[in-house]
């Protein structure tokens, strides 16, 4: 191989056959130079389709054209590639395609099912359902995987799926800029500025290492801690406790229900219950069969609202059901989230009965102006259901009483209690 198709040494498995072959890590690694100069050397030595692809690509910008098209210059080989507007084409026949999986279903991915390699991009932002449906469309004989990404948390599909829980016959590699043989100085010199000044970000940025949360998460600082005093364990059931469930409402949309115990002025999250497109009964059900002891079911204003088909509240169907249910204080949203805040600092959480709420907190965020780069509303999406089940609690969460609810004591008038005890 001539000098100027040299790779780094960690990439030198990329032309050895495997299923899966993955490079993760930060920035000024050469993971990505490596990888597009690893498939122009293969599709120059023989007819190969390869397609290019990550979760969003919007246009041919989007897409690693450019890196290929630059590589193809630096390495002297614009005779053996025909470079077009959307695709790179080889003399002999070989062919690179681009496109992103989120705009594919299992219908129309198909014509890909005679792709030798896969290249998947910025494969932080891949979806399980992307994933899903990517994976088995790869399936010609000797057909490869190749990914490669920035980690972002350790929970996203992408890290769990290659990192976390390896596949058969796959090489899964670390690189970081130290791997470079050719780091240039201007990245040095930025490199050096991010570990002085945003010492924050600097693992993430430029060792590979993930975040406790996702960067610019509203909760961000307070999940990280969370973590870091090893409040995300084993947290048991206490039957002495009673148990309360805290509600965010949806059919479409998710159901989110936090159940949570109170001990002085610590919160125990014990349980979580995610589901959609689920009736009151089967929720009702689901919390029956726990067998806790249980407090009250804390649902937000729209609780009372009675529905247009039944007649009735959630609130009163859930009341038949020999639930008790309380309503949740309706207050603005970011008066919630300076609770949810407080409240955070106070609790713990299973890490198996309610990973699933750690994460919706981890990753609920705001949406921001693309003009300004001014932090607007929250985002709501698959984790602002649990989060906003959070904020609930949070509102709710000096009222989350052990005692039980004693009945109102009804004032005879004094006429009637005369007449009752004989006078």
């Not at 780094?8 to 990888?35: C, I, M, N, T």
């Not at 910008?61 to 590639?81: E, P, T, Y």
């Not at 800029?177 to 500025?193: G, S, T, Y």
Request: net charge neutral; charged share 30%.
């Amino acid at each position: 191989m001539q000098t100027e198709a040299e790779f780094p040494e960690p990439l030198a498995f990329l032309f050895e056959p495997h299923r899966y072959k993955v490079a993760y890590g930060g920035r000024g690694s050469a993971k990505s130079w490596g990888f597009a100069r690893a498939l122009l050397v293969l599709a120059a030595q023989k007819k190969m389709r390869i397609l290019c692809t990550r979760e969003v690509q919007k246009s041919i910008k989007d897409s690693v054209h450019k890196l290929l098209s630059d590589q193809i210059a630096a390495m002297g080989m614009g005779g053996n590639f025909q470079i077009l507007e959307t695709e790179i084409r080889g003399i002999n026949g070989s062919e690179f395609l681009f496109a992103g999986l989120a705009s594919h279903t299992v219908e129309s991915i198909k014509s890909y099912e005679g792709i030798d390699i896969v290249w998947v991009e910025e494969a932080q932002t891949v979806k399980k359902k992307s994933w899903d449906i990517l994976i088995p469309t790869i399936r010609k004989p000797n057909s490869e995987i190749w990914v490669t990404f920035n980690p972002e948390l350790d929970t996203d599909e992408t890290y769990v799926r290659f990192v976390t829980n390896r596949p058969t016959d796959s090489v899964v590699v670390q690189m970081n800029w130290r791997d470079n043989p050719w780091f240039p100085a201007v990245l040095e010199q930025e490199r050096q500025d991010c570990q002085r000044t945003n010492k924050e970000d600097y693992d993430t940025i430029w060792e590979g290492k993930c975040r406790s949360a996702l960067k610019g998460a509203i909760y961000a600082d307070e999940i990280t801690e969370a973590i870091k005093d090893g409040r995300v364990a084993v947290v048991p059931y206490d039957p002495r406790l009673k148990v309360h469930a805290v509600w965010d409402l949806g059919w479409n949309d998710a159901m989110t229900i936090i159940m949570v115990q109170r001990i002085r002025s610590e919160l125990r999250v014990i349980d979580y219950i995610e589901e959609s497109h689920r009736t009151l009964d089967w929720y009702a059900a689901e919390l029956q069969q726990r067998r806790y002891n249980w407090g009250f079911d804390w649902l937000p204003h729209d609780g009372n609202t009675k529905d247009f088909k039944t007649g009735k509240s959630t609130a009163e169907i859930l009341k038949s059901f020999g639930r008790k249910p309380k309503p949740v204080p309706n207050i603005p949203v970011e008066s919630g989230i300076k609770a949810g805040r407080l409240a955070l600092r106070q609790t713990c959480f299973d890490k198996t009965k309610a990973g699933r709420l750690v994460e919706c907190l981890k990753r609920y965020r705001r949406s921001i102006n693309e003009k300004t780069g001014e932090p607007g509303a929250p985002v709501h999406d698959e984790y602002s259901h649990g989060a906003d089940a959070w904020r609930y609690l949070s509102i709710v969460a000096e009222k989350l009483t052990n005692e039980d609810e004693r009945p109102a004591i009804v004032q005879q008038p004094m006429q009637a209690l005369d007449q009752e005890i004989g006078y």
